[in-house]
T-cell receptor
Framework: DTAVSQTPKYLVTQMGNDKSIKCEQN?????MYWYKQDSKKFLKIMFS???????INETVPNRFSPKSPDKAHLNLHINSLELGDSAVYFC??????????????FGNGTRLTVT | GNSVTQMEGPVTLSEEAFLTINCTYT??????LFWYVQYPGEGLQLLLK?????DKGSNKGFEATYRKETTSFHLEKGSVQVSDSAVYFC????????????FGTGTRLTVIP
């Protein structure tokens, strides 16, 4: 009964390729996120999506594009992969309506390695 | 602006030692404060939270007190165990918007037997 599941767990690919990471949550949350965790463990938000609104972090290259077919899914598509994209990507969800203390629920991460 | 600063790691302690991981913040408005923990190979999990000044969050023997006067939310545990080895993230959230959760850089804790 995994609450937030993302696939694949590991992804190894070559520079220039296009890849996708999928995320699904079964918590009924209204908001989903993608975070990038770099080699120094620094966690940065990339996107958040709340039903009607996609909020994009302007520092994220436009090679990254989130796609949300419904509120339970938020997939991350990456075009023309670069070496610097190697990181662990975390999907998360929350119910924003629960108030400002509503916790995020994270998936287990996808380790992307670009060679 | 909003930001979180937490102590650099890594931190290595012997089992049963006392743990403190410092966290200070700057925020516009009145933030809620959180500690998240990331065990090896897993995603982050909420460890504890405090929603207003002087609140104390606690869970699994960990505690943190929301200190508005010092803008701090230090994480403490009286006696750490090997199973506490993980990366700990301090975070703040302002308001109810979807994109206003700010994380610190994380502190890796290793507890040795």
């Amino acid at each position: 009964d995994t609450a937030v599941s993302q696939t694949p767990k590991y992804l190894v690919t070559q520079m220039g390729n296009d890849k996708s990471i999928k995320c699904e949550q079964n918590l009924g949350h209204d908001t989903m996120y993608w975070y990038k965790q770099d080699s120094k463990k620094f966690l940065k938000i990339m996107f958040s999506y709340n039903n009607k609104e996609l909020i994009i972090n302007e520092t994220v290259p436009n090679r990254f594009s989130p796609k949300s077919p419904d509120k339970a899914h938020l997939n991350l598509h990456i075009n023309s992969l670069e070496l610097g994209d190697s990181a662990v990507y975390f999907c998360a969800s929350s119910q924003v309506g629960e108030g400002k203390w509503a916790p995020l629920h994270f998936g287990n991460g996808t380790r992307l390695t670009v060679t | 602006g909003n930001s979180v600063t937490q102590m650099e790691g890594p931190v290595t302690l012997s089992e049963e030692a006392f743990l403190t991981i410092n966290c200070t913040y700057t925020a516009t408005g009145y933030p809620s404060l959180f500690w998240y923990v990331q065990y090896p190979g897993e995603g982050l999990q909420l460890l504890l939270k405090a929603t207003k000044a002087d609140d104390k969050g606690s869970n699994k023997g960990f505690e943190a007190t929301y200190r508005k006067e010092t803008t701090s939310f230090h994480l403490e545990k009286g006696s750490v165990q090997v199973s506490d080895s993980a990366v700990y993230f301090c975070a703040l959230k302002v308001g109810t918007g979807a994109n206003n959760l700010f994380f610190g850089t994380g502190t890796r804790l290793t507890v040795i037997p």
